[in-house]
């Protein structure tokens, strides 16, 4: 059973930044598109970056591009989110999976909360 577990997450002033961070357990990710995804409160969870098997392909969404860079360690099975310039709208739950979601395991880890104070 493979288990995604994030972490990095917290308090931070605007302006401010914080490096997340996503470990695989069970099975190596190294066949699968790895993305980051996030959920605000009364929100959906939407994709905000996500990194080809070997990292030639990145993609940001509009609201994180330039501010958020993510990178993979595939020797290490883990994925992270690098998240500078911070607003308080970046203030959500953080979770990481394939991209699309579902391919390594059944559901999502715990995610890390991220709170961006103004």
């Known amino acids: 059973q493979v288990q995604l577990a994030e972490s990095g997450g917290g308090l931070v002033q605007a302006g401010g930044s914080l490096r997340l961070s996503c470990q695989a357990s069970g099975r190596t990710f190294i066949g699968y598109t790895m993305g980051w995804f996030r959920q605000a409160p009364g929100k959906e969870r939407v994709l905000v970056a996500s990194i080809s098997r070997f990292g030639p392909t990145i993609y940001y969404s509009d609201s994180v591009k330039g501010r958020f860079s993510i990178s993979r360690d595939n020797a290490e099975n883990t994925v992270y989110l690098q998240m500078n310039s911070l607003k308080p709208e970046d203030t959500a739950v953080y979770y990481c999976?394939?991209?699309?979601?579902?391919?390594?395991?059944?559901?999502w880890g715990q995610g890390t909360q991220v709170t961006v104070s103004s």
């Open positions: 999976n394939t991209n699309p979601p579902g391919l390594l395991t059944t559901g």
